[in-house]
């Protein structure tokens, strides 16, 4: 099934024309659980490996034998999505609340190589925003599920690019750690369903005028949200007494009714500016902190986002990117969260270089 992002709830370059000037498409990616094959842009699923070629492995030195069995993090999202609408049997709970943390490798020595996992195969012809090597069509993304490198202990990813045409015998079964730091380092095994969207520059890299321009905008809709609070709440007080409902559902109804005529609150930051999700391409969000410049250590190029990894399909916030296919399933966390990977503090963008994507890529975190 596609999945199609609402249109804007405002066209923003016509209500701020500079904004023309400070767009860029990206590929919400949109990952789904499913079963992909080797032949699929996928989140988790085989990738397309030469049986010939060496799996990458961490062989930098940090605990790998303490943390979770791959296998019970796999068992516990099993055991979850079953009870989905049952709930859990005695045995299920029992298994979901005992202990998986511990040192399961004890044979297993810091400095030992341990294959990184499978987190993303994507493929050109599904892409269009996916910008590699030239003449390479296919992206594949690995990573050390422990986040135990660099001065800022965060995970490590490796970046394989390839020309899929050129692979032949495909490896398998492929490699897997035993042991993972964290459950929320593994993700789910998904199908995507990638769509090209229009996005508009975080708003505190914008020119000072045209931040400007855009706070006293919002700040004009807050009036105006206000001033209707006002006029209901006076309505209210001179209101016949409230009706009852026969039932609960009768109340819930009425009161979905009500808030769908609510006026609709606007936010450049959440509704109109860039795209949340797993995507490639598109702008850098730093909601979290101030923008940092993200720049390539050999040539000192500004590196762009090459992919978004977040922990929502779309949070509280930003309600308005929930595709359309999902508006009736937007409290399934299959849907919200689909994939089950929550790095940093929910979002981690991988940088690559534009004037040559094999220099070395960096991440950034928000």
Request: aromatic letters at 6%.
């Amino acid at each position: 099934m596609t999945r199609t992002t609402p249109p804007r709830p405002l066209d923003v370059e016509a209500a701020f024309p500079p904004l023309a000037a400070h767009r860029r498409t990206a590929t919400r990616l949109h990952p789904r659980h499913g079963s992909p094959g080797v032949q699929e842009s996928s989140v988790a699923g085989p990738l397309l490996w030469p049986a010939d070629e060496p799996w990458p492995v961490c062989t930098a030195v940090h605990p790998k034998g303490t943390g979770h069995l791959l296998s019970d993090v796999r068992l516990r999202r099993r055991i979850q999505e079953g009870a989905r609408g049952r709930g859990y049997t005695e045995d299920e709970e029992r298994l979901l609340t005992a202990p998986t943390r511990g040192h399961h490798a004890p044979d297993l020595h810091d400095g030992d190589p341990v294959p990184s996992l499978a987190v993303a195969q994507l493929y050109a012809r599904d892409v269009p925003d996916l910008v590699g090597p030239e003449g390479h069509d296919l992206l594949q993304v690995l990573w050390c599920p422990f986040e135990a490198h660099g001065d800022a202990r965060t995970i490590d990813v490796v970046l394989k690019w390839r020309r899929s045409a050129e692979v032949g015998a495909v490896l398998a079964p492929q490699p897997e750690p035993l042991v993972v730091g964290r459950a929320e380092c593994v993700p789910d095994v998904c199908v995507v369903h990638p769509e090209q969207v229009v996005e508009h520059e975080y708003l505190g890299l914008l020119d000072e005028g045209l931040q400007e321009e855009i706070d006293a905008w919002e700040e004009g809709l807050r009036d105006e949200a206000d001033q209707v609070d006002d006029a209901e709440e006076e309505d209210d007080d001179c209101s016949v007494p409230p009706r009852s409902y026969a039932t609960y559902e009768e109340y819930e109804a009425a009161m979905a009714a009500a808030r769908a005529e609510e006026p609709e609150e606007l936010d450049y930051m959440s509704d109109l500016s860039i795209a949340p999700g797993w995507k490639v391409g598109g702008f850098a969000s730093w909601h979290l902190t101030d923008p940092a410049p993200v720049d390539c250590g050999v040539c000192g190029a500004a590196m762009p986002p090459l992919l978004t990894v977040d922990m929502w399909e779309c949070d509280g916030a930003s309600r308005s990117w929930l595709p359309v296919e999902d508006r009736d399933a937007s409290d399934d966390p299959r849907v919200i969260d689909p994939t089950g990977v929550h790095l940093g503090r929910g979002l981690m963008r991988v940088h690559t270089c534009p004037a040559d994507p094999l220099h070395p890529h960096r991440l950034s975190f928000q």
